[in-house]
Each structure stands twice: as structure tokens, then as C-alpha cells.
């Protein structure tokens, strides 16, 4: 009933002469609001006071008539989708006792079904199927691990999984795909980053002049578990003010920044050990001079300040920089 009235207001809205009256950027406006912000509005508060009781078969039931919603709105990837995805998010993330997530299977199985292509919806329908099916959990996040090799979600609840159902074998098997995977990182659904998502091939290096004004550089050529130089070459000379490393890596790694070096008309100006750069992170936390370790799912970036007073001049900067993943378990061949 509450749904039907929803959405009779939506429609009531979007048709009235108000709404087709005013200008195109206003009514823009009210299309986002009424689509988007309205439903997700409602649907999020009628889940906290569920949550409140940790009554997850009522969150159940809101989340399935969210997504009965979406899905009647148009076919797709709708506008409705993200926040669909961020209520179901939202609820899940406050998932903690057995049989808590077992009570979402009936949505989650639906959300399957009509977007078989979501990363998410694949992961929480493995977690809540994993006591009770596990082989139809690990196929799950076989296919998710087909639409995006790189996100550490899904090793990190076929590792789980595995563990609690005594499948060595898969420990071993999921545990060396997370070491080596690196193409085809997540995808916000609320914006674009400058790598258009996040994997482990992409790094960016940010150039800023004294005045402010910055120009990036981008390199496509990260490998995980080796040191090696990364080159950013400029198309003109350049005085460095200070410097900012992005970074679209996911969750889970560690950076370490050896050294990094100025080069000028193909000559080599200054050398720069770790002792003598300042460093800071975006969303990370440095584990001992010049590493940083990530721990968030939006790209990270690392600016970096030398210590010289003297502003240099370059068109070449190359960096130092070993990437790793670090474990996710303490079980053997992990």
C-alpha cells in the first residue's frame, strides 16, 4: 500500500502543470529529486526502524518492495538502481549474528535475477547463501569474479565462506586468483573518477606550479609485486611546487615509494630518497616511511612535498614504487 502511494505521488508530481510549467535546468532538478531522492528517502527510513529490533525479515520485506519499485520503473540500469543498491548496502553493513543474513536471501535472490550483472548483489547472495548452499555461494562469486576480476570483495567472502565450510582446496585456489588478479576494478555508480573506476593497471601523477596551477600525467603500466620505475613525462618544463600521486587501486594494498627523480632535457637534477619527501594519504595510513597502505573503496592519492627550498625545474618525473596485496587470511598459501 505504502509503495503504491509512493509512487501515485511521483507520477501526481512529474504530470502536474507545475512541474511542466517551469524551466528545463528546474524541472532537471525536480526529476532528481522526485526519482531519486524521494524513494530512497522513504525506503531508508522505514529499514532503520527495522534495524533498530534487528528485524531482518521486515528489512527483508522493505528491500524487496524497493525493488519491485526499481524494477517496474523502467528496465535496466534505472535511475532508481543506485539507491537500491545504497539501502541494500546501508542494511547490510549492520549484518552481524547468524540467520541475519540468511534472512535476506528472498531479495537478494531476486536482485540476482534482475541485475545479473551487479558485483554487489553477486556478493551478498553468496554471503547469505553460504551456510546454507555453499557450492551455489562460490559459483556466484565465480560469475562476479568474471565481471570484475580486481575487487577484493569477492575473494574476501570466497575465502570466508571456504574456511567456514572446511574447503582447503578453495582457500588455496581463491587466495592465489586475489594475488594475481588486476583488471576490471568496481564502478561507482554516483560518479566517474579519472581512471572511469578502480583496478590495479592505472596511476596518475598530478604536477603543481607555484601558482596553483596543476596538470596530470597519467601511466597504465602498474604491476603488483615488484619494484620498478614508473615514468611521468611532461610536454613542457615544469617548476615543481608539490606533487600528488593518484592512485585507482582498490582496498587492501601497500605502496611503497623508494625514490623519486627529477630529469631536465634528458639529464638527471636530483635524486630524492624517502628521508627526503613528506608524504600523506587521501584515505590511507602510512605503515613506515613512504608506505601507505589503502583501505577505501574511492581512489587514492598521495601528495608529496620535498624538502628543497629551491623549486626545480623538470619534464620528467620517474618513481620508485613497489605495489602488493596484502593477505586477507593467515591460512597456508595465503
Given at each position: 500500500m505504502a509503495k503504491k502511494a509512493l509512487i501515485f505521488v511521483i507520477i501526481l508530481i512529474m504530470s502536474s502543470p507545475i512541474f511542466l510549467a517551469v524551466n528545463s535546468s528546474v524541472r532537471r532538478s525536480l526529476y532528481f529529486l522526485v526519482t531519486k531522492v524521494v524513494p530512497k528517502s522513504f525506503f531508508i527510513t522505514n529499514v532503520k526502524r527495522n534495524l533498530i529490533h534487528r528485524d531482518f525479515d521486515a528489512v527483508n520485506v522493505w528491500l524487496s518492495r524497493y525493488l519491485a519499485m526499481t524494477k517496474s520503473f523502467s528496465k535496466g540500469n534505472n535511475t532508481l538502481l543506485p539507491g537500491l543498491i545504497d539501502v541494500a548496502e546501508f542494511a547490510i553493513k549492520r549484518v552481524r549474528f547468524n540467520g541475519e543474513m540468511e534472512s535476506l536471501l528472498p531479495f537478494l535472490s531476486e536482485m540476482v535475477k534482475n541485475w545479473p550483472e551487479l558485483v554487489e548483489s553477486r556478493v551478498w547472495l553468496a554471503r547469505s547463501l553460504g551456510s546454507l548452499r555453499p557450492k551455489e555461494a562460490l559459483k556466484n562469486l565465480k560469475i562476479a569474479e568474471e565481471i570484475s576480476s580486481v575487487d577484493e570483495r569477492i575473494y574476501r567472502e570466497a575465502i570466508n565462506i571456504s574456511l567456514k565450510n572446511g574447503l582447503g582446496h578453495e582457500v588455496e585456489k581463491w587466495c592465489a586468483k586475489y594475488k594475481s588478479s588486476q583488471l576490471g576494478g568496481p564502478h561507482n555508480f554516483h560518479y566517474d573518477t579519472i581512471f572511469e573506476g578502480t583496478g590495479l593497471r592505472d596511476l596518475a601523477l598530478e604536477i603543481i606550479n607555484e601558482q596553483g596551477v596543476s596538470k596530470v600525467f597519467p601511466n597504465s603500466g602498474l604491476q603488483l609485486n615488484e619494484t620498478r620505475d614508473y615514468s611521468f613525462s611532461t610536454d613542457r618544463l615544469v617548476l615543481v611546487n608539490n606533487l600528488k600521486l593518484h592512485l585507482g587501486i582498490v582496498p587492501g594494498v601497500k605502496v611503497s615509494?623508494?625514490?623519486?627523480?627529477?630529469?631536465?632535457?634528458?639529464?638527471?637534477?636530483?635524486?630524492?630518497?624517502?628521508?627526503?619527501?613528506?608524504?600523506?594519504?587521501?584515505?590511507?595510513?602510512?605503515?613506515?616511511?613512504?608506505?601507505?597502505?589503502?583501505?577505501?573503496?574511492?581512489?587514492?592519492?598521495?601528495?608529496?612535498?620535498?624538502?628543497?627550498?629551491?623549486?626545480?625545474?623538470?619534464?620528467?618525473?620517474?618513481?620508485?614504487?613497489?605495489?602488493?596485496?596484502?593477505?586477507?587470511?593467515?591460512?597456508?598459501?595465503?
Open positions: 615509494l623508494k625514490e623519486m627523480r627529477f630529469f631536465q632535457a634528458g639529464k638527471l637534477k636530483k635524486v630524492f630518497a624517502i628521508k627526503d619527501l613528506l608524504l600523506s594519504s587521501s584515505h590511507g595510513f602510512l605503515s613506515s616511511p613512504g608506505t601507505i597502505l589503502s583501505v577505501d573503496r574511492n581512489p587514492e592519492t598521495v601528495r608529496i612535498f620535498t624538502k628543497e627550498k629551491e623549486k626545480i625545474g623538470v619534464d620528467k618525473v620517474i618513481m620508485k614504487i613497489r605495489f602488493e596485496k596484502l593477505p586477507m587470511t593467515n591460512a597456508a598459501g595465503c
